[in-house]
């Protein structure tokens, strides 16, 4: 199926995304916006849906931040004061 520019642009965007979380060790959230996108350049808008829903609740793309240190890195940092 032929994207147009939007949705090719959107695609690249998720990708990057997906591509971040893998890097941070996150593939369970890299994993679903995998998901996402490939229903998307398959011509599928519920991966519209898909990546829309990861925003706000427990657990979403909304709350993940991150950091330099993991939190166990952090737990045994602050341990050692």
Do not use: Y
Not at 19 to 41: F, Y
Not at 63 to 72: E, N, S
Request: charged share 25%; net charge neutral.
């Amino acid at each position: 199926m032929t994207q147009g520019p939007r949705t090719s642009r959107l695609v690249n965007i998720i990708e990057e995304a997906e591509h971040l979380l893998r890097k941070h060790g996150e593939p369970h959230r890299a994993d679903w916006l995998n998901a996402a996108s490939s229903e998307i350049r398959a011509g599928d808008f519920r991966g519209v849906e898909h990546v829309l829903a990861g925003f706000g609740g427990m657990g979403s793309l909304t709350i993940f931040v991150f950091a330099p240190l993991t939190i166990a890195e952090l737990k045994t940092k602050t341990s050692d004061r």
